[in-house]
């Protein structure tokens, strides 16, 4: 079974903070490669996808991608009260294989 | 547009029974998804379709069919509910065109007692 490892947590950032989540897997033929954030609750969301080496920025958020270190992250800058949630990896390669979740919270 | 949509929301069954999910999508998305999330489990995929006409297993399908009616419906069907069904089911359809992004429907709380 190919698999996804997350920190579970919960990480605790100060507001306005830089808030780094980590993934790892273990699917070297994995081409594709997903973030998602999850409110309690509710359903999952997508903030990011990243398919190539280097990094993704779409506003606050930074996707890195490493493939030869098999090693995804999400930075979260000035982090907000609103970012707390559960962010889930994601990683499609021979399937779709999830990682546990990293429980953030940001405090006032 | 709506998105994807899940029916019911809710659902408490006794042993033994049998349901049905309901899924649908209106992104023309060629696959859907359905998976399971349980604490501490992260989601697992239990079923998915490439296709209309094509369904194949993944990580947990034991206890559950699948039919994918038309491009826009997916369900999943629970023949004999047992109490380790209880969960929480989410629907996800993603298009091959977009790096098979996910997009997640709302989901249906499931308890079997």
Redesign the interface.
Known sequence: ?KEVEQNSGPLSVPEGAIASLNCTYSDRGSQ?F?WYRQYSG?????IM?I?SNGDKEDGRFTAQLNKASQYVSLLIRDSQPSDSATY?C?V?GQ???????TRLSVLP | NAGVTQTPKFQVLKTGQSMTLQCAQDMNHNSMYWYRQDPGMGLRLIYYSASEGTTDKGEVPNGYNVSRLNKREFSLRLESAAPSQTSVYFCASASDRRGYEQYFGPGTRLTVT
């Open positions: 079974q594709s997903f509710k359903s999952p969301e997508l996808s398919y889930l994601a499609h399937n779709f294989v999830f990682g546990p979740g």
